[in-house]
């Protein structure tokens, strides 16, 4: 279920199905940004919850309750090898359960997940519930990763600690028509909804050198001889 999470108050919307994304525009070695760009930013009171299966919370879970996990899916608008994954997520689980893992996937070719092409965790860089700037940033420049310009790609959110509770916060690039992904327990639901806040970042290839043509370079060696 969606949470739209506000100062006070839990409201409950339902997720409208579809198929159809739209890609952000991206900025200077950004596969994808949708909050981190010239007047985006993200929704601080609004987002979905993230959770390992024995937090109670504000999720409204019981312990021993099924976990939650999200995703989003987005079309690399710039090829290169993956160096960063940032996505804004407060937690409201205790600060010794600061734990997330983010999986980058490829795509199925059906707008689902196909494969794993890789995983990260980090630890104590969530703050608190309602706080801002609370951006999270997973180092992947040793991977080896590398993305395709045009191709469609998932970044998958899970608990890093069975305690933990956050939620990933909506963007406010106006981008109300992503992929969507949402698995709780046995139950795995995808559809098209406002986009989470998230960036994908890569070191695009070195530039290939043109080659000299023929007959500029016949033409410079003639201009040396003449001297």
Known sequence: MELNMTRGNIGVALLVGGSLGLTAVAHA????????????????????????????G???????????????????????????????????????????????????GANTLGSSLGSWTVTNQMLATFTPDSVVAFGTSGSGITLTKGANYWVYLSAGDPGFFGSWRLANSGDTARNRLIANGSATQYGVADAFAF????????????????????SELQSLTNL
Not at 31 to 47: E, H, I, K, Q, W
Not at 212 to 217: G, K, L, M
């Open 29 to 56: 070695n950004y596969a994808f940004d949708n909050f981190t760009g010239p007047s985006l930013g993200y929704n601080v009171d609004t987002g979905w919850s993230v959770c390992g299966q024995s937090n109670g």
């Open 199 to 218: 960036n994908v970042q890569v070191r695009p290839p070195a530039a290939t050198p043109e080659p000299v043509r023929s007959e500029e370079h016949t």
């Open 58 to 108: 504000w999720s409204g879970k019981t312990p021993g309750h099924a976990s939650e996990q999200l995703a989003d899916e987005f079309t690399a608008a710039l090829g290169g090898t993956l160096t960063e994954i940032e996505v804004a997520v407060d937690r409201g689980s205790a600060p010794d359960t600061n734990s997330l893992i983010a999986t980058l996937y490829s795509d199925s």
